[in-house]
């Protein structure tokens, strides 16, 4: 292995404290996803969503796609970098999480960027595939069940 760094809290503390632009919003959005059980560990982490933040901004994409929304935090991340007509349908195979997202989302005034899609990714994807052809987004985060990442 190459030389690699743990992320030990101090760490994290030292790259919070000179590098993430937090808001009420998102800090409302992790405090609400952390009181479900599992929700930490589900959500990337702040400073991982002002990194998607950053690439769908440096890559100036318009359309992104997420698979595995959850209670919507890096759909949140990501739909603020967009342009305003931009579009980032986002998949999960449950509607009970983004549907806690949701109600941010609106807040933000970011929810008419995103397309909710709930279901299998699978199928969701070929879904998209015959709506808007091969190839039809700039950007994609895939953030869902492991086992099928090779198919998505
Ligand atoms: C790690 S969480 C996503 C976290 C999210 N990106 C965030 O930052 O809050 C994974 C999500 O993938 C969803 N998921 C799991 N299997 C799926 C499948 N087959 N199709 C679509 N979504 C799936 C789960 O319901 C869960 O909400």
């Not at 009181?35 to 702040?46: I, K, S």
């Not at 007509?85 to 509607?95: A, K, M, Q, T």
């Amino acid at each position: 292995m190459a030389d690699q760094t743990a992320a030990t809290h101090d760490l994290l503390a030292y790259v919070r404290k000179v590098s993430l632009r937090d808001d009420d919003l998102l800090r409302e959005l992790r405090e609400t996803t952390a009181d479900l059980p599992g929700g930490t560990a589900m959500q990337v982490m702040a400073e991982e969503g002002q990194l998607l933040s950053l690439l769908v901004g440096l890559t100036g994409a318009r359309a992104v796609l997420e698979i595995g929304t959850f209670t919507g935090y890096s759909t949140l991340c990501m739909a603020r970098a967009l342009p305003a007509d931009g579009v980032l349908v986002s998949c999960d195979i449950d509607d009970r999480w983004p549907a806690i997202g949701a109600d941010f989302w609106k807040r933000d005034g970011v929810d008419s960027r995103i397309d909710l899609r709930i279901g299998d990714a699978a199928a969701t994807l070929d879904a998209l595939v015959a709506e808007r052809g091969p190839e039809s987004f700039d950007l994609v985060f895939i953030d869902a069940d492991k086992a099928n990442y090779v198919r998505y």
